[in-house]
């Protein structure tokens, strides 16, 4: 697996916001107010665009691990694969009374056969499938959910958890769009489930450029956290 499938899931997610903002962003760029119809199309890019988000992030968690499969099994063993099968037996140790799995780090880390063998065989993949399909948002809850297994630090302060079970550091994402992730994540919930008032009420002070830029932004952090994983998790 080759580095440029990342980059096929940034682009592709570039591609939809583009076309989600053409069809029901630039319809509205020019009003004075929020009216109900400008209200339904802004509610629908936030939507529609999370649910791309949400999509590329689960993606590129899974290629990150299949890469991390297929190079221990080619060369030596990965860190994102020593340390989804070390989180995967913590986990086991915490719901079953300390019950040892899985190969102690050490063995992993010296033994390729025995670690690919701790994925395919033990549980860990499936285990990993279901924390992914089990993944409904792109809020940092989730990216910390998702990521901080593999190793990859998006807040430094929530990666000490999984940090004092055996998961070492293998690269960090920077900050900066963190927050406006965050505020287009908010302002979507409202436009899904919390009704037409509230979404107005929660709006009533951005206009779709303003919705624009957080979406652009939020499509940065997921196309910042790729060049992340492509440099320093593959």
């Known amino acids: 697996m080759k580095r440029r499938v990342i980059r096929i899931l940034v682009s592709n997610l570039q591609g939809r916001e583009s076309k989600l903002r053409e069809r029901f962003l630039d319809p509205i760029s020019g009003i004075m107010g929020w009216t109900p119809q400008a209200l339904d199309f802004a509610?629908?890019?936030?939507?529609l665009l999370h649910s791309e988000l949400e999509a590329s992030l689960e993606e590129m968690t899974r290629h990150t691990m299949t890469n991390a499969r297929n190079q221990s099994e080619r060369w030596a063993p990965h860190p994102v694969l020593v340390n989804c099968?070390?989180?995967?037996?913590?986990?086991?140790?915490?719901?079953?009374?300390?019950v040892e799995l899985c190969p102690s780090r050490m063995v992993l880390e010296a033994d390729r056969a025995v670690l690919v063998d701790a994925w395919d065989r033990l549980g860990v993949r499936q285990y990993f499938e279901n924390r992914i399909k089990a993944n409904h948002g792109v809020g940092l809850q989730y990216f910390e959910r998702l990521l901080h297994p593999l190793g990859v630090v998006i807040s430094p302060k929530t990666f000490k958890r999984v940090e004092g079970r055996g998961i070492r550091e293998i690269a960090r994402l920077g900050g900066g769009k963190q927050t406006e992730l965050t505020e287009f994540v908010v302002f979507r919930g409202s436009a899904v489930h919390a009704g037409t008032s509230n979404f107005a009420d929660n709006i009533r002070n951005e206009n779709p450029a303003s919705l624009r830029g957080r979406g652009l932004?939020?499509?940065?952090?997921?196309s910042s956290l790729g060049k992340l994983l492509a440099r320093h998790a593959w």
């Open 85 to 98: 099968v070390s989180f995967f037996q913590s986990e086991v140790s915490i719901r079953l009374s300390g």
């Open 217 to 222: 932004a939020s499509v940065d952090l997921i």
């Open 43 to 47: 509610g629908a890019y936030m939507a």
